[in-house]
């Protein structure tokens, strides 16, 4: 019972935050009406809010977009719609988008599954990984949560890191396992172990916080740092802003600007808006640069940043 009226709370809260706009809050409750988690499943509405995260330029929102475009889930099947969406997040870099094209360019039909499951049953760690994404979401087989996290565990078990990711996503959710944070952990940990960059950035945003882990901000800086240094956007969106915040390091311009510089190089749209506002408002240490910014929030603007368009639309009336 708790836990059910922890999640309802949570999801009005999400509500709350989705309804400003805020892109983050509207993809987690897309994934919540898709679930059916604290919500009643509802998977129209989950399009609803999670298009409105991919309109902003939102990748884990485009991907979840496409896949319902693409399977007819919530909206009418249209897969020539459903990979556009996922082509808007590759070219963010988001590898869960990629995959799916590479699978769309194969044949997802049963007789497929069927010569992945030989091979899974075989023990073939990444055809076990590959089974559990047909069975997570329908492809070639009906959908069943279930048995993808029966497959992704296994796969795990063997130490591939994707099906560690996708397993900690299992349990984190509660879809297809029981709820269970300390599952959660153990999972990130060992994908960590494996130098895995997003694992890497996902436990590093639970220590600086302390949630679901005890608070330790050091462990958490030093695995944004590894991520980072491995091409992780987010991460390295992370560090700008940590260097510019001067919290818990020496505030240090010249290294916040390199990472900002990175992050945004890779389409991440959080770093060029970022970079945009800094050569606008020029705070102490930057000079003021409006071709730099004009170019920085146009990348931002033509991903649906609702802000950087507004600025760059200011900007260009001046």
């Known amino acids: 019972m708790g836990i059910a009226q922890d999640r309802t709370e949570a999801a009005t809260w999400l509500l709350k935050a989705a309804e400003q706009g805020n892109k983050a809050a509207q993809h987690a409750l897309g994934g919540r009406y898709y679930c059916g988690i604290g919500v009643q499943q509802d998977r129209a509405e989950a399009v609803k809010w999670t ?86 979401f329908g492809i070639g087989v009906p959908e069943d949560w279930a048995e993808a996290a029966k497959w992704f565990r296994k796969s795990a078990e063997q130490e591939y890191v994707k099906a560690q990711r996708a397993l900690t996503d299992c349990y984190y959710l509660g879809v297809g396992v029981p709820q269970d944070f ?19 950035r996902t436990l590093a945003a639970l220590s600086v916080t302390g949630v679901h882990v005890p608070l330790n901000r050091e462990e958490g800086i030093k695995l944004h740092r590894k991520s980072a240094e491995q091409g992780n ?52 240490g930057i000079a003021k640069d409006i071709r730099e910014a004009a170019k920085w929030l146009r990348k931002a603007a033509e991903q649906g940043h609702k802000q950087a368009a507004g600025l760059l639309d200011m900007i260009e009336k001046e």
């Open 51 to 136: 298009q409105r995260a991919a309109e902003q330029g939102f990748a884990s929102a485009q991907v979840q977009l496409g896949i319902c475009h693409y399977l007819g889930h919530g909206v009418p099947q249209d897969e020539a719609k459903g990979t556009r969406w996922f082509r808007k997040a590759k070219e963010q870099g988001n590898t869960v988008a990629d995959e799916w094209l590479r699978k769309i360019a194969k044949e997802n039909n049963a007789e497929a599954v069927e010569n992945y499951r030989q091979a899974a049953e075989r023990g073939d760690a990444e055809v076990q990984y590959e089974l559990g994404v047909c069975y997570d």
């Open 182 to 200: 300390s599952e959660v952990v153990k999972w990130l940990r060992r994908a960590v172990e494996l130098g895995d960059a997003e694992a890497q």
């Open 233 to 284: 956007a987010v991460a390295q969106h992370w560090l700008g802003e940590l260097y510019r915040s001067g919290e818990d390091v020496p505030k240090d311009m010249i290294k916040s600007m390199d990472w900002y510089h990175r992050s945004a190089e890779q389409g991440y749209v959080e770093a060029q808006t970022t970079l945009g506002m800094i050569y606008y408002y020029a705070p102490s």
